[in-house]
């Protein structure tokens, strides 16, 4: 089969250099264009040597312009952009045939006043927020083949999400008892000048932020309102922790009036039975982030405290792969008709 001329926009940061890496090595992708305007002429192997001799890895970086990177006949673009930036650049490779996966939270909500809400300023495409697909590959895989426009959730979101949506929907727990506390890596802060990212500041250090209305709590409660078919308000509770990456979630609720334990468990083995990427520990399994760091795996365990009534979901994902680029990938794959998994086991 012909391989798929794909582009990543905003290629340099840490998100970018995850998407490098797996599409370098992707065997059913031709990398034709990467761009960052810092880095402009460079190949990508001057930026990052780890990638030298891959083939592809001397392809030079180039300005974001979208006339430029249609020219090269791209099929797809990643963007890897900031949010409030990534729309613009979405809405003319739209434009010029291309489908578009934005990993920016630009096209992840379906309220433009929510967005405004939460990022502080006016949506920049609003009439395009009825065409994109909330790209979570294991809820909405029908919706990602047939979509043009995908924004990927966030790296929390995904974490919380996928232990909780099939018991919201199922109706197994109090959507009002929700409260989710979630600890990331530094890289999540992106790859930006910041005094209090730097590693004395981060190192032997543990800070809860973001309090109490994260960003990515909009997109979160937007999903678990969808799957409950009535309005969801939960607690959400981010932690940076002095690693390079990795998100280890614990998320509680009250479990439902005359709901067994085991039906918690029984969810979620019927929801991720064909899932490829959801590892599901069991009853007492405590996820760890080092078993899916650099992967597209996010591990899921659960317990039930009797004394309190409360459900406990314990995830971990690595925020820059199945928080970032590799589920990308995963939606990338489900579009173009690949298998889930290519380029992504172990990758």
């Known amino acids: 089969m012909e391989r798929i001329k794909t582009a990543i926009v905003g290629a340099s940061g840490y998100t970018g ?70 729309a613009d650049i979405a809405q003319a490779l739209l434009k010029r045939g291309l489908k578009v996966i934005d990993l920016s939270a630009d096209f992840r909500l379906r309220d433009a006043e929510v967005y405004k809400e939460f990022y502080g ?48 929907k199922a109706g197994l727990i109090d959507p009002a008892t929700i409260v989710a506390n979630s600890m990331s890596g530094v890289s999540g802060a ?53 690693v390079n990456s990795g998100i280890a979630t614990t998320t509680t609720a009250m479990l439902g009036k005359g709901i067994k334990p085991e039906a918690v468990g029984e969810a979620l083995e019927a929801a991720y039975a064909d899932a490829p ?13 080092k078993n899916v760091t650099r992967t597209n ?12 009534g409360r459900i406990l979901l314990m995830s971990a994902e690595d925020n820059l792969g199945k928080g970032a680029g590799s589920q990308a990938v995963q939606s990338f794959n489900i579009l173009f008709g690949l298998r889930q998994t290519d380029g992504l086991h172990f990758a």
């Open 277 to 289: 990427f959801v590892r599901l520990l069991g009853e007492g399994g405590c996820a760890d982030t």
């Open 121 to 168: 300023h006016a949506h920049p495409a609003p009439e395009m927020l009825d065409d994109a697909v909330y790209g979570l590959p294991e809820i909405r895989a029908a919706e990602i083949r047939d979509a043009h426009l995908i924004a990927s959730p966030g790296c929390y979101p995904t974490s919380i999400l996928l232990p909780l949506l099939p018991l919201v």
């Open 17 to 86: 250099q995850e998407l490098l890496r797996l599409l370098l090595l992707h065997p059913d992708v031709e990398l034709v264009a990467a761009t960052s305007r810092q880095e402009a002429g460079k190949p990508i192997s001057s930026l990052f040597p780890r990638y030298r001799s891959l083939p592809g890895a001397e392809l030079p970086f180039m300005e974001p312009d979208p006339d430029a990177i249609a020219a090269t006949g791209a099929s797809a673009a990643f963007l890897a952009l900031p949010h409030g930036v990534a």
């Open 297 to 308: 795996f996010i591990d899921i365990g659960w317990s039930y405290d009797e004394r309190t």
């Open 190 to 242: 992106g790859k930006r000048a910041d005094t209090s990212l730097l590693f004395c500041e981060c190192n032997e250090s543990v800070r809860a932020y973001g309090v109490p209305k994260h960003r990515h709590l909009s997109e979160i409660e937007q999903e678990l309102s969808i799957a409950a078919g009535d309005k969801v308000a939960i607690t959400f509770i981010p932690h940076l922790i002095p």
